[in-house]
């Protein structure tokens, strides 16, 4: 059974600085997902990672995945308020299934 | 744009009703899901189709059944409504064919259900 972990749990950074959410995983996914969520909204897609090694990059928002390590990270460069939100990973594991991780809830300070 | 359609945003009803919940897709997804979301819990996966008139089950498919007659549409039935049914539930649907391993999942806005 896949278990997907997230921490931090809660994150709450000031404006222009750096920091990572980081997203364990119990077994081997063949995907790795990350998505964000507003607050009464639907999760918004950021990534598809596929392989050891992958990096994507959306404006300020970089994710990568270390298959052998099983961890994925989502990096946020210089954060901005607009970046104010849960953030998601979830992983699957060899079917349509995705399991995901509890959130980590970013808030952003002017 | 992947457009997933959930009939109500906000619904209550009560115990023991049965309840149907409504999701449409219109990009002729093959794959659709239903999750619920809750605080401290994530999403957890309750049922899931790949096909018209086929269905699997989740992690918490208790309490829960679907119906696929049509692809575009995939409906979640709580036989009889409890309490601790209470939650968002949302819709999602994935496209599997051809260049489909870097498709993600297509959420809806989310239905939140209260059960009296």
């Known amino acids: 059974e896949l278990k997907v972990e997230q921490n931090p749990l809660f994150l709450s950074m000031q404006e222009g600085k750096n920091y990572t959410i980081y997203c364990n995983y119990s077994?081997?996914?063949?995907?790795l997902y990350w998505y964000r969520q507003d607050p009464g909204k639907s999760l918004e897609s950021l990534f598809v990672?596929?392989?050891?090694?992958a990096v994507k990059q959306e404006g300020r928002l970089m994710a990568s995945l270390d298959t052998k390590a099983r961890l994925s990270t989502l990096h946020i460069t210089a954060a901005v308020h607009d970046l104010s939100a849960t953030y998601f990973c979830a992983g699957n594991f060899g079917n349509e299934k995705l399991t995901f991780g509890t959130g980590t809830r970013l808030t952003i300070i002017p | 744009d992947v457009k997933v359609t959930q009939s109500s945003r906000y619904l209550v009803k009560r115990t023991g009703e049965k309840v149907f919940l409504e999701c449409v897709q219109d990009m002729d997804h093959e794959n659709m899901f239903w999750y619920r979301q809750d605080p401290g819990l994530g999403l957890r996966l309750i049922y899931f189709s790949y096909d018209v008139k086929m269905k699997e089950k989740g992690d918490i498919p208790e309490g829960y059944s679907v119906s696929r007659e049509k692809k575009e549409r995939f409906s979640l039935i709580l036989e009889s409504a409890s309490t601790n049914q209470t939650s968002m539930y949302l819709c999602a649907s994935r496209w599997t064919g051809p260049g489909y391993s870097n498709q993600p999942q297509h959420f809806g806005d989310g239905t939140r259900l209260s059960i009296l």
């Open positions: 077994t081997t996914s063949d995907r």
């Open positions: 990672l596929l392989s050891n090694g």
